[in-house]
């Protein structure tokens, strides 16, 4: 089902009693023009071009840059797939914001200005409005995998209490929009790819830490592989995401706790020597 | 001629939706080299759309449900169309590949005694769609996707199938090229089966005025006894709202037409009435549908909780597909299988909610099961590099004739709207003759449409490609609904309005005839085995 669509308006033609009314809605939205400021160029190097389009109410910055692709520049590279905010695809910086193109509401932002739209920093550029995500893509496996115990129910399964499964659904909410990866000044400023996993992974680990089945223990290689030292908890992060994790306090803040318990507490660190694991 | 990339798989997966996903992990396990193909980034694909959750007689909140429960519910969903056999293989294997992703690390609600919870849904007799809140199609498709990166899966990001090679009769590889590239809301079902309720703008709940025959039995007559139905009274009948989505559609157009529809033709779906009767109820909404509470808020300036949101129906499955063998999943090309939203044949004339996402993952495992079989028993395969070499040409054409031919835009918004005008949720024969007669224009026109630009991610160009195919289903849809001279399941027309027994022996198949035009046939469908025969009259 949608919420009232508005498609714009096609040929005239004799349309049944439904098509008729939701034209008659296109027909009775605002119109105005708008300019866009769009990134240009490929492998790092471009320039802002400015393109003026018909906005309709309710239209997202998704559908503007699609209409320019559509009239005015066939080829202009960008990145989506559900319009829906859920898939992560279409991010960019909009107004100098990371954000979901697809989220983002024209009358939420300035009027009297061009709406500029450029990729994301933190990734190399490959044309246009699309960059080279792949990274976030070799990053994940380096990190342990879901390892549940064994089921303890008597039919094979597992019995898990909802206040369980609620802790950590906050962090499965996540679209893998990389938004978070692109505004860490670790990653964006300081390029530290190969040593920092980045916000987006660090809440990744916690929902596997968290997860009421899974046994093992990431911390050690959170601490040395995956960089969790280089956060410095800005939180800037957590201010970008779309699914409004809170990426700071609930996932990276208890993971570095866990790292201290683990390697700073002398006694936890003597049985960790003898035992190897931290819940054996 | 140009430069491109061989690589072998023994089993090539074209797509990385649950289905594929699901169908990889599977050949895998079974010691194959597999490799993935998709057109999107990992883990985007449509699949996260999903909300309401996914179908499975669990039996967790009801345990008078079972898979000959939910097997009536589907061909009595789907008209009878259906492929039973699918429909008995789903139903039986549903619960237990749903049980498969929670030990690959997917996390659903839970009942009070900590198993699977289960929500109601259009169609179901009982409480049977394992969810997450409503981000369901999401849980599933990034487990699969962390599941499949351990398992040795080979997998092309944003690659894009423009076409199928043979070796003979057999299909032998893909050719693909590198690299690629609604406007309003989709509201979720689930907002029914959480007790939302649909009134026109006279404020009347209009579904209850018209309960079809085959469901008056288990259908609840007044608001009362849909409410008991919704908090879990095992003797109330279900309330209208839950009947399958072909009606609703259906009534909701009935409304509008009549002249009760919203302002912007449609009607309103409002949960918020639920504050009447429970405490707390605007946060159990958010807990319940957080994704629709969250944009609805964002892109509509609506609180659901306060008010109703105005909806419509619109198109957003295809019942149709590629035919294919219902246990194997291989379809009339040896060595192709087809699984997902892609295939045909269990959802009939019309796919009840919640039966899509265990689709996937039923025979998704079968499709990927028996490629394994396939590629390990058949042996070797030949590539024709002038077969290659043809895909190469056809897809720079494009480029050769530049930009100062037609874009592929312009033909697909008018392909577009030729389909939503004139073969769209209510068809009548004239409009669908007339569609044929644009769709013929626009395959000239579709050959001709020039790109500028150059091969990097240039979307232009991938729209060109595409409209080949687009075009394709488009004609096999319009020839299909043209034939097919009655109204069932989500087809509705206009100039048919009702059921005929006649329509209902048969499927109609479209294949490419002996001049390359499409033709159409009818298939016979098989008689149902007498055990399964005996459930639908058990269960009626
Ligand atoms: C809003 C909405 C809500 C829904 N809710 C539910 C629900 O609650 N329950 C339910 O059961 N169902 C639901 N459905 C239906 C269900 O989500 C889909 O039917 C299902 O996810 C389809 O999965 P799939 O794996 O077949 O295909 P998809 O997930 O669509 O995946 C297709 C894959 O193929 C790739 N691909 C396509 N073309 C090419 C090409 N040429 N070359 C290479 N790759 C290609 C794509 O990139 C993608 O990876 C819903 C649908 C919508 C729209
Ligand atoms: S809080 Fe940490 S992870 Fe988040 S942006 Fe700041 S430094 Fe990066
Ligand atoms: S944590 Fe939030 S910002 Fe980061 S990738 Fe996930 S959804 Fe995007
Ligand atoms: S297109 Fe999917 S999140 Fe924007």
Not at chain 1, 64 to 70: G, N, P
Not at chain 1, 174 to 188: S, Y
Not at chain 1, 216 to 226: F, G, I, P, S, Y
Not at chain 2, 317 to 329: E, H
Request: charged share 25%; hydrophobic share 40%; net charge negative.
């Amino acid at each position: 089902m949608t919420a009232t669509p508005q498609s714009p308006s096609p040929a005239p033609r004799a349309v049944d009693a439904y098509t008729a009314a939701q034209q008659a809605q296109d027909a009775a939205a605002g119109h105005g023009a708008r300019t866009f400021r769009l990134w240009r160029g490929a492998d790092g190097t471009g320039e802002f071009r400015d393109y003026t389009t018909e906005a309709i109410d309710g239209m997202v910055v998704l559908d503007a840059v699609q209409q320019i692709q559509a009239e005015q520049a066939n080829d202009l590279a960008v990145r989506w797939n559900c319009k829906a905010g859920k898939c992560g695809s279409c991010s960019a910086e909009i107004n100098g914001k990371p954000r979901l193109m697809c989220m983002t509401r024209l009358d939420e932002l300035p009027a009297d200005e061009p709406v500029s739209v450029e990729p994301m920093r933190a990734f190399p550029h490959v044309r246009d409005l699309v960059t080279d995500v792949s990274w976030n893509f070799r990053v994940k496996p380096t990190i342990t995998r879901f390892t549940p115990r064994p089921p303890d129910a008597p039919d094979g399964t597992w019995r898990i209490d909802q206040e369980d499964v609620d802790r950590v659904q906050e962090f499965r909410k996540c679209i893998e929009c990389f938004l978070c990866q692109d505004v860490c000044h670790v990653l964006r400023d300081h390029h530290k790819h190969d040593e920092f996993i980045g916000p987006r992974f660090l809440v990744y680990a916690a929902a596997l830490e968290m997860h009421p089945l899974d046994t093992a223990d990431r911390t050690a290689q959170l601490k040395e592989e995956h960089g969790i030292g280089y956060c410095n908890i800005t939180k800037c992060c957590t201010k970008v995401c779309p699914e409004h994790i809170t990426i700071t306090d609930n996932a990276i803040i208890p993971l570095k706790e866990r790292v201290v318990d683990e390697f700073f507490d002398p006694l936890k660190a003597l049985v960790r020597l003898v035992r190897g694991k931290r819940r054996g | 001629m140009s430069e491109f990339q061989t690589v072998n798989h023994d089993v090539l997966v074209i797509g990385a939706g649950g289905a594929g996903l699901r169908a990889a992990i599977e050949a895998a396990a079974r010691g194959v080299k597999v490799g993935v193909v998709c057109k999107s980034l990992l883990g985007k694909a449509h699949t996260v759309m999903a909300e309401g959750g996914m179908a499975a007689a669990m039996a967790n909140v009801d345990d008078r449900d079972s898979w000959r429960v939910h097997f009536a519910d589907t061909m009595r969903g789907g008209q009878y169309l259906n492929n039973w056999r699918m429909a008995e293989l789903h139903a039986k294997e549903a619960p237990e590949r749903v049980r498969e992703l929670e030990k690959w690390g997917a996390l659903f609600d839970r009942t009070k005694d900590g198993r699977i919870l289960q929500r109601n849904f259009g169609g179901h007799r009982y409480p049977r769609l394992a969810h997450v809140g409503d981000r369901t199609g999401l849980e599933m498709i990034r487990t699969l996707q962390d599941h499949g990166i351990h398992q040795g899966i080979q997998v092309h990001m944003e690659l894009t199938v423009v076409s199928l090679l043979k070796d003979g009769e057999r299909v032998c590889g893909a050719f693909a090229y590198w690299p690629p590239s609604v406007r309003g809301i989709l509201v979720t079902e689930g907002v029914r089966g959480e007790g939302g309720v649909l009134r026109n703008r006279e404020g009347k709940r209009f579904m209850f005025d018209n309960i079809p025959d085959n469901y008056k039995s288990q259908t609840a007559d007044n608001e009362e006894e849909g409410w008991r139905y919704t908090q879990g009274d095992k003797d109330a009948r279900r309330p209208p709202e839950l009947l399958t989505r072909d009606h609703v559609a259906r009534m909701i157009v009935r409304e509008v037409k009549e002249g009760r529809g919203s302002p912007h033709g449609g009607v309103y779906l409002d949960i918020s009435w639920i504050k009447d009767r429970i405490p707390n109820a605007a946060e159990h909404i958010k807990k319940k549908l957080p994704s629709m509470y969250h944009q609805f808020k964002q892109l509509a300036n609506i609180d659901i909780t306060k008010e109703p949101m105005e909806i419509g129906p619109t198109t957003h499955y295809v019942m149709g597909g590629i035919r294919v063998d219902g246990d194997t999943q291989m379809s009339t090309v040896p060595g192709l299988f087809a699984c997902g939203e892609c295939a045909a044949g269990l959802h009939g004339a019309n796919r009840l909610g919640g039966n899509s996402l265990s689709d996937l993952l039923v025979f998704g495992k079968r499709a990927g099961e028996f490629a394994a079989e396939f590629a390990r028993t058949k042996g070797d395969v030949t590539l024709d590099d002038a077969e290659i070499d043809a895909g190469v040409k056809y897809a720079l054409a494009p480029f050769e004739r530049g930009a100062a031919a037609e874009g592929a835009y312009q033909v697909q918004d008018a392909l577009q709207s030729t389909m939503q005008d004139l073969v769209g949720i209510v068809r009548a024969q004239h409009e669908m003759e007339q569609a044929l007669v644009e769709l013929e224009a626009l395959k000239q026109r579709a050959e001709k449409v020039g790109v500028p630009g150059n091969r990097e991610y240039n979307p232009g160009w991938h729209t060109a490609l595409d409209l080949r195919n687009l075009m394709i289903v488009s004609e096999a849809v319009a020839r299909s609904a043209l034939a097919r001279k009655e109204s069932r399941g989500g087809h509705f027309r206009d100039d048919y309005p009702e059921k005929d027994p006649a329509f209902a022996t048969f499927n109609h198949v479209v294949r490419r005839g002996a001049k390359d035009e499409m033709e159409l046939a009818r298939e016979t469908i098989p008689p149902l085995p007498a055990e399964l025969a005996a459930i639908i009259e058990e269960m009626k």
